[in-house]
Structure formats: structure tokens, C-alpha cells
């Protein structure tokens, strides 16, 4: 596995010549939130999917 040194430079390659710094730190946020949801479903951690749709409904009434 890359360094995180790595992916994060590999990332910013992706990205268009005339990013913003604030375009790459919502870019490592998304990310860094992303994986650290995959992880705590590979550790068991996540939600049943009936029970997000009881929470969404409470937020969405």
C-alpha cells in the first residue's frame, strides 16, 4: 500500500491545473471520511440499512 504522503500526491495529479487549496482540502476530507466509513463497516460498525431509513425519515419530516 501507498504512503498517505503518496496517495495524496497522486490525488492532486487528477485534479485540473487551477485547483484551489480549498477544492484539494474538501477533496482529503471527502476522502478521509469515506475511508474511515469503509473501515468501520469492515469492522462491523455500520447501521442496518432499516434503521438509517427510520433516522432519515425523522430528519426529512
Not at 495524496?8 to 491545473?17: A, C, D, R, Y
Not at 477544492?23 to 473501515?39: N, P, S, W
Request: charged residues 35%.
Amino acid at each position: 500500500m501507498d504512503s498517505v504522503k503518496n496517495e495524496v500526491i497522486k490525488m492532486i495529479h487528477t485534479m485540473p491545473n487551477d485547483v484551489s487549496v480549498d477544492d484539494i482540502m474538501a477533496e482529503l476530507y471527502f476522502r478521509q471520511k469515506v475511508d474511515a466509513g469503509l473501515c468501520a463497516l469492515d469492522e462491523n460498525q455500520g447501521l442496518e440499512h432499516e434503521i438509517v431509513k427510520e433516522k432519515l425519515k425523522k430528519w426529512l419530516e
